[in-house]
């Protein structure tokens, strides 16, 4: 599999399929090869049109109405939903600050900690395809509700994280029913699995041209400058990948918020990330058009989240080719 | 190995290359640390499933007093109605479902995208990519609405038949990609001996893809195990519970009886995945690198 760097450099709505023209085509052959395409595409436009497009819409058409999954009935009541939301809600704005704190501490630390774990790794020698191979080993496993009940006894009162600063002589607290330090442990299970970002860090760092290192060593460059000018620059593209992959990602966090929280964003709403509440209001109380435009804002914060990620790309990515898109 | 690629060149001279053996040390001793910090708490869960109730809660220990496997049997065995074999039974038959689903579909259709040419290509391409980035958590909703009318609710169907029609815009992307990697001469060589589109597909196509159907295989089954937000939002009664739903009831599990079990069942639940981790382990850390797939 060589699409590595197609990947990695241009994220896939870039992407537009490619297929030389062919040299000749009767009408007859062209009309099969149409007949062939749309009847492969089959699938794929049913489940288009019925799985995603018309749920689509009709999830908009939701957002309008004071709709009630129970008693299934519910009425047109214009942008009630969003103002409630903005100016009467004051779950929404909790919700909002959680997972914004969650997300502007996971992510950076994450990718920290893949891209520090990264370089030490790949200068490393012997063992090294094992550890990276461990290290990644999280990110297959952290996601489950397995891990997240593991955390929740971890950092418990009673728990081995507060044994363990008992030997220090620190008293540790019942960190995952403290509403002012739960979250920190949900955060802690996200960074955890920095695997798969570490193991893409690798895979950069070993794109980078040796001979820039030896330039930058007979010009007398230390290791920092030589960090700082040639590695963080030559991996901007990849760093760019993580960094979008991984910001949407952790906004969408539910299960070990779900778990750790209790199922209902315990301790006082401390752990209520912002899919919790949709599915709170949507599910728990049945208020499915509520929960509509909720989905509504998350789309579009998601959208601008990544249209301003891009935007920002301009300014520091570079690629490897010359052409800094 | 993944060695040395862009290291120094090597140094000749004596303190400088014990400089350099202090700096591969002290760089080796760190991984370990990190490693077996990182390692920890799976390690601890493994000890903790064998620990009897008296040890488990507070206890850093990795090697377990008195070994036991009572926990195994207690949580296997200690919801009232319905044993944990049941949720492990109904995870997999989704799980396969999936998979199955998953390469049949989205073979398909990247098929289509990645070969064919026929009217409105781009934009169902780019339809397909704008669905890649979009959340679940957004349809949700309506989703839910549709198989309710359907009477699919608390059945594996809202889980399975949408994979057969292609919505995991991901593996087709993957798959797309994957495919355009295969030389166009292959179909032109098929296309003159006679083969339709549909001939070409069979013939060419399907066998050469079967590294993509592999890793969409591989990455199916452990995304669905795993996937706990749209089973608990589909899955409603403990018949048809599968795994993350049968463990969420242990949330909240204060008395230390309910501990030991708990974890004996949490150890369990990664059984499959990390199999796929042990058999497949180069295959996976190579597959996120070409594609980019998070774990």
Same mark, same amino acid.
């Given at each position: 599999?060589?699409?590595?760097?197609?990947?990695?450099?241009?994220?896939?709505?870039?992407?537009?399929?490619?297929?030389?023209?062919?040299?000749?085509?009767?009408?007859?052959?062209?009309?099969?090869?149409?007949?062939?395409?749309?009847?492969?595409?089959?699938?794929?436009?049913?489940?288009?049109?019925?799985?995603?497009?018309?749920?689509?819409?009709?999830?908009?058409?939701?957002?309008?109405?004071?709709?009630?999954?129970?008693?299934?009935?519910?009425?047109?009541?214009?942008?009630?939903?969003?103002?409630?939301?903005?100016?009467?809600?004051?779950?929404?704005?909790?919700?909002?600050?959680?997972?914004?704190?969650?997300?502007?501490?996971?992510?950076?630390?994450?990718?920290?900690?893949?891209?520090?774990?990264?370089?030490?790794?790949?200068?490393?020698?012997?063992?090294?395809?094992?550890?990276?191979?461990?290290?990644?080993?999280?990110?297959?496993?952290?996601?489950?509700?397995?891990?997240?009940?593991?955390?929740?006894?971890?950092?418990?009162?009673?728990?081995?994280?507060?044994?363990?600063?008992?030997?220090?002589?620190?008293?540790?607290?019942?960190?995952?029913?403290?509403?002012?330090?739960?979250?920190?442990?949900?955060?802690?299970?996200?960074?955890?699995?920095?695997?798969?970002?570490?193991?893409?860090?690798?895979?950069?760092?070993?794109?980078?041209?040796?001979?820039?290192?030896?330039?930058?060593?007979?010009?007398?460059?230390?290791?920092?400058?030589?960090?700082?000018?040639?590695?963080?620059?030559?991996?901007?593209?990849?760093?760019?990948?993580?960094?979008?992959?991984?910001?949407?990602?952790?906004?969408?966090?539910?299960?070990?918020?779900?778990?750790?929280?209790?199922?209902?964003?315990?301790?006082?709403?401390?752990?209520?990330?912002?899919?919790?509440?949709?599915?709170?209001?949507?599910?728990?109380?049945?208020?499915?058009?509520?929960?509509?435009?909720?989905?509504?804002?998350?789309?579009?914060?998601?959208?601008?989240?990544?249209?301003?990620?891009?935007?920002?790309?301009?300014?520091?990515?570079?690629?490897?080719?010359?052409?800094?898109? | 190995?993944?060695?040395?690629?862009?290291?120094?060149?090597?140094?000749?001279?004596?303190?400088?290359?014990?400089?350099?053996?202090?700096?591969?040390?002290?760089?080796?001793?760190?991984?370990?640390?990190?490693?077996?910090?990182?390692?920890? +708490? *799976?390690?601890? %869960?493994?000890?903790? $499933?064998?620990?009897?109730?008296?040890?488990?809660? !507070?206890?850093?220990?990795? =090697? /377990?007093?008195?070994?036991?496997?009572?926990?195994?049997?207690?949580?296997?065995?200690?919801?009232?109605?319905?044993?944990?074999?049941?949720?492990?039974?109904?995870?997999?038959?989704?799980?396969?479902?999936?998979?199955?689903?998953?390469?049949?579909?989205?073979?398909?259709?990247?098929?289509?995208?990645?070969?064919?040419?026929? +009217? *409105?290509?781009? %934009?169902?391409?780019? $339809?397909?990519?704008?669905?890649?980035?979009?959340? !679940?958590?957004?349809?949700? =909703? /309506?989703?839910?609405?549709?198989?309710?009318?359907?009477?699919?609710?608390?059945?594996?169907?809202?889980?399975?038949?949408?994979?057969?029609?292609?919505?995991?815009?991901?593996?087709?992307?993957?798959?797309?990609?994957?495919?355009?990697?295969?030389?166009?001469?292959?179909?032109?060589?098929?296309?003159?001996?006679?083969?339709? +589109?549909?001939?070409?597909?069979?013939?060419?196509?399907?066998?050469?893809?079967?590294?993509?159907?592999?890793?969409?295989?591989?990455?199916?089954?452990?995304?669905?195990?795993?996937?706990?937000?749209?089973?608990?939002?589909?899955?409603?009664?403990?018949?048809?519970?599968?795994?993350?739903?049968?463990?969420?009831?242990?949330?909240?599990?204060?008395?230390?009886?309910?501990?030991?079990?708990?974890?004996?069942?949490?150890?369990?639940?990664?059984?499959?995945?990390?199999?796929?981790?042990?058999?497949?382990?180069?295959?996976?850390?190579?597959?996120?690198?070409?594609?980019?797939?998070?774990?």
């Amino acid at each position: 599999m060589a699409t590595t760097q197609a990947t990695a450099r241009r994220l896939p709505d870039r992407d537009q399929p490619r297929i030389p023209p062919r040299r000749t085509g009767s009408g007859a052959v062209r009309r099969r090869e149409t007949a062939a395409g749309y009847i492969f595409l089959t699938p794929w436009l049913i489940g288009f049109a019925a799985i995603t497009a018309v749920p689509m819409l009709y999830s908009l058409y939701l957002s309008f109405t004071n709709w009630d999954l129970i008693s299934n009935a519910g009425q047109y009541v214009g942008f009630r939903n969003y103002v409630r939301m903005f100016t009467i809600d004051p779950t929404f704005w909790h919700s909002v600050r959680v997972t914004v704190t969650y997300a502007v501490v996971a992510t950076p630390l994450k990718l920290a900690l893949a891209l520090g774990v990264a370089l030490l790794l790949v200068r490393a020698r012997r063992g090294a395809s094992t550890a990276r191979a461990l290290f990644y080993l999280p990110s297959l496993l952290g996601s489950s509700v397995a891990l997240a009940l593991v955390w929740q006894s971890l950092f418990s009162r009673s728990g081995v994280v507060n044994e363990f600063l008992d030997w220090f002589g620190i008293h540790g607290k019942a960190w995952v029913n403290d509403p002012s330090y739960v979250l920190w442990t949900v955060v802690l299970l996200g960074a955890w699995q920095f695997g798969a970002p570490m193991v893409i860090f690798i895979a950069g760092l070993k794109q980078i041209p040796a001979e820039l290192y030896e330039a930058a060593s007979v010009d007398g460059a230390g290791a920092w400058r030589k960090f700082v000018s040639i590695t963080l620059p030559g991996l901007s593209p990849v760093i760019f990948f993580n960094l979008v992959l991984e910001t949407i990602h952790s906004f969408q966090i539910f299960t070990s918020a779900y778990i750790i929280g209790g199922g209902q964003g315990g301790p006082v709403d401390a752990t209520l990330v912002y899919t919790l509440n949709l599915y709170l209001q949507g599910f728990g109380q049945s208020h499915i058009g509520y929960a509509s435009a909720l989905a509504w804002v998350f789309l579009f914060v998601i959208g601008a989240l990544t249209v301003l990620i891009f935007s920002t790309g301009r300014f520091w990515v570079h690629y490897g080719d010359g052409s800094d898109r | 190995m993944a060695t040395l690629t862009h290291g120094r060149p090597r140094p000749t001279t004596g303190p400088v290359r014990r400089h350099n053996r202090t700096a591969t040390v002290l760089r080796a001793t760190l991984i370990v640390v990190l490693l077996a910090i990182v390692l920890y +708490p *799976l390690l601890w %869960l493994a000890a903790s $499933a064998l620990k009897p109730d008296t040890e488990v809660a !507070s206890n850093l220990s990795l =090697v /377990p007093h008195n070994p036991t496997l009572h926990n195994f049997v207690a949580g296997w065995t200690g919801m009232k109605t319905v044993s944990f074999g049941r949720f492990f039974l109904n995870s997999a038959v989704i799980a396969l479902g999936v998979v199955i689903a998953n390469c049949a579909s989205c073979l398909v259709t990247a098929y289509a995208f990645a070969r064919l040419r026929f +009217p *409105l290509r781009g %934009l169902w391409f780019a $339809a397909m990519i704008g669905t890649l980035l979009l959340p !679940s958590h957004v349809l949700i =909703v /309506p989703q839910f609405v549709l198989f309710k009318f359907l009477g699919w609710i608390d059945t594996p169907l809202p889980l399975i038949v949408p994979k057969l029609l292609a919505t995991d815009a991901f593996f087709v992307f993957l798959m797309v990609q994957f495919i355009r990697g295969i030389p166009r001469e292959m179909d032109e060589a098929a296309n003159v001996d006679g083969c339709s +589109p549909f001939g070409i597909f069979r013939h060419v196509i399907v066998p050469l893809a079967r590294p993509a159907l592999v890793t969409t295989a591989i990455f199916s089954f452990i995304w669905t195990w795993n996937d706990f937000f749209s089973q608990l939002i589909y899955l409603n009664s403990p018949d048809h519970y599968t795994v993350p739903i049968g463990l969420r009831l242990f949330i909240n599990a204060e008395g230390l009886s309910s501990l030991g079990p708990m974890f004996a069942m949490s150890l369990l639940s990664l059984g499959p995945v990390f199999l796929f981790f042990i058999a497949f382990q180069r295959l996976l850390v190579e597959g996120i690198n070409t594609t980019g797939i998070k774990g």
